[in-house]
């Protein structure tokens, strides 16, 4: 069973940076695109960043120029670098992974990380 779990959440003061991680594991398939999502209370969930798994980068207009996106294929791992954070920024951040076993493609989500910017 896929599992991915995300860390790294926490409070920071405005400004400040956090480095938020998601660990794919239970599975053999082969993990293609990834991503970041996020949603905050009374909003729907929005997407952050992705990243494919060649190392091409996309990212939410929002976040742009203070976020970076970034994984490791042999550890099936990915990370989000989040400067100059804002409090709008406050959410639950969720990791999306795309996983193929032979023409078998799979969508799957973690149970999210809370980010929290405030003074």
């Known amino acids: 069973q896929v599992q991915l779990v995300e860390s790294g959440g926490g409070l920071v003061q405005p400004g400040g940076s956090l480095r938020l991680s998601c660990g794919v594991s239970g599975t053999i398939a082969r993990i293609n695109d990834m991503a970041w999502y996020r949603q905050a209370p009374g909003n729907q969930r929005e997407w952050v960043a992705a990243i494919s798994r060649d190392g091409s980068r996309n990212y939410a207009e929002a976040v742009k120029d203070r976020f970076t996106i970034s994984r490791i294929n042999a550890n099936n791992t990915m990370y989000l670098q989040m400067n100059k954070l804002k409090p709008e920024d406050t959410a639950m951040y969720y990791c999306?992974?795309?996983?193929?076993?032979?023409?078998?493609?799979?969508?799957?989500w973690g149970q999210g990380t809370q980010v929290t910017v405030s003074s």
């Open positions: 999306n992974a795309q996983s193929q076993l032979v023409l078998t493609f799979q969508n799957h």
